[in-house]
Nanobody
Framework: QVQLVESGGGLVQPGGSLRLSCVAS????????MNWYRQTPGKQRELVAG???????NYADSVKGRFTISRDNAKRTVYLQMNSLKPEDTAVYYC?????????WGQGTQVTVSS
């Protein structure tokens, strides 16, 4: 059973920072790529950042230079450090991984960037 639990969302002013965390259950974590997606009402879920099991990272162009994804395999946790936040970063952020052809998602955490 794969379970993903996000935390760390909230309300922040433009230019501020937040760090999201996603804790995963199960022994798969160290061998799996992990991703952060986000979604706003009426739009498709979009990939924000990903990290492979060996630490290679990729980012959406809209967050490059502002967001950093990292992982701690001992804690089975993936992080998303978000700096210089903009109102357009407002969304529900989801943790994701794939396992044996199945996509798994957390429940999501709301990030609101507003003054």
């Amino acid at each position: 059973q794969v379970q993903l639990v996000e935390s760390g969302g909230g309300l922040v002013q433009p230019g501020g920072s937040l760090r999201l965390s996603c804790v995963a259950s199960g022994s798969f974590f160290g061998s799996s790529a992990m991703n952060w997606y986000r979604q706003t009402p009426g739009k498709q879920r979009e990939l924000v950042a990903g990290i492979t099991n060996i630490g290679r990272v990729n980012y959406a162009d809209s967050v490059k230079g502002r967001f950093t994804i990292s992982r701690d395999n001992a804690k089975r946790t993936v992080y998303l450090q978000m700096n210089s936040l903009k109102p357009e970063d407002t969304a529900v952020y989801y943790c994701n991984t794939g396992r044996r052809g199945i996509d798994y998602w957390g429940q999501g955490t709301q990030v609101t960037v507003s003054s």
